[in-house]
């Protein structure tokens, strides 16, 4: 085995290096402070592996993103369903016809929310984010469905089945709309795009072009393999939290604009710029200025110092939608226009700037008519399978523990109590 040296005071340590299937090297540090007295310190985790996965693969040099070794362009061009791909994230396979019959079955009869968790809307304002509500919903989940033997499968699926419901529900409620239910012989897409737009008053019929995008977009989000989100979602899981106040806290995670939260900062971000008149030369020099406090939503990548291979895609998927439709988004223009003058701009060039995956798809929710606010609710459904995954395979994991980092204190070091009567 590969081991790395360390000097520390003098002192020569070596560890243990771990390589991964795809020659990724870790040093181990399980045993650093019991051998040195000494931990390390890594900002943001951008140096630090929290865990050995077998889910997603990514290599950030290449722009390189596999699901459970299956390239996402090929899940995407072959024409693989969201479905499959959630199977293939949880049970490590690609379903093979059987199996994704019995697996469509389960997923669209537990669609419906227990009709007594409808109320739980009458108290959310008309204005609540949906974010807001699907956290919510999600976790009280768990006071309809407990843990127990044999119960964690079940789990699964009526989150997976339910989440959509969950999420159309919050879009009726925002506009004083009736609640529409799923129809179990449609696909996850079409089901959630029909409890979106449909109305109790007059038949209604899913735009086929919308339910191949919207496919395209819930793969492209299912799974990243460690980001916050996720790590969100393991940490959580890892004190034996049950699934549901895990997942919760993977939404609030997401919510934030520097991660799910930029796809709908990017819409906000191009209509700034389109109500300013389209200069995106301006918006580009505001974003090099560090005190602006403006950000080029929807471009730069913790992992990605190459084209982010989702937005790839997703820049294709937004021109044929449009074309498709016969129509025009102005924003659209605005966004290339900006990619454009971003990656022929040094700042951007050196730090390794690329549009990432939130960069083209709030424009593609757009064209299906889901509202900005929806947006990260859209990132949510995608990413579900992979949080899942990612929980099963942290609880699955033998000799897991709960995470539990260390910190470098930086106060005030010990001083003597003085009561109140006492203090100046
Ligand atoms: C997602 O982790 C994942 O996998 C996430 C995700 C997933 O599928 O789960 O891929 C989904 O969250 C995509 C990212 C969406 N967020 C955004 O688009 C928000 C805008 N992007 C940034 O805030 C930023 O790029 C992050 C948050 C994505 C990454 O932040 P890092 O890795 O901490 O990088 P950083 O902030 O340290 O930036 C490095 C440099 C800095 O400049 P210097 O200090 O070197 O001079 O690049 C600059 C930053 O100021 N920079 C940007 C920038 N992003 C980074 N400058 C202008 N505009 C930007 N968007």
Known sequence: MKTAKLVLEGKEHELPVVVGSEGEVGIDIAKLRQATGAIT????????????????????????????GYDIDDLVRGGCRFSEVAYLLLYGELPNQRETEAWRYQLTHHSLLHEDMKKFFEGFPSSAHPMAILSA??????????????????????????AKTIAAFSYKKSIGQPFVYPLNHLSYPANFLRMMF??????????????????????????????????????????????????????????????????????????????????TKKFVDMA????????LMGFGHRVYKNHDPRCRILKETVGKVLEQLGAKDPLLDIAKDLEQAALSDPYFIERKLYPNVDFYSGLIYRAM??????????????RLPGWIAQWKEERTTAGARIHRPRQIYTGRTQRKFVPLAERP
């Open 369 to 382: 008519g889901i509202p900005t606010s929806m947006f990260t609710v859209m990132f949510a459904l995608g």
């Open 137 to 162: 919903m999600v976790a009280s989940l768990s006071t309809y469905y407990l843990e127990g033997e044999n119960q964690e499968e079940v789990n699964i699926i009526r989150l997976l089945a339910k």
């Open 288 to 295: 090099k200025k560090k005190d602006s406090g403006f950000r």
């Open 198 to 279: 449909a109305v109790p008053t007059e038949p209604y019929e899913v735009n086929p072009i919308f339910e191949k995008a919207l496919n395209q977009l819930l793969i492209l989000h299912a799974d990243h393999e460690q980001n916050c989100s996720a790590s969100t979602v393991r940490m959580v899981g890892s004190s034996g939290a049950n699934l549901f106040a895990s997942i919760a806290a993977g939404v609030g995670a997401l919510w934030g604009p520097l991660h799910g939260g930029a796809n709908q900062a990017v819409i906000e971000m191009l209509e700034q710029i389109q109500a300013d008149g389209g200069n």
């Open 41 to 68: 310190l890594d900002d943001g985790y951008g140096n630090t592996g929290s865990c050995k996965s077998a889910i997603t693969f990514i290599d950030g040099e290449k722009g390189i993103l596999r699901y459970r």
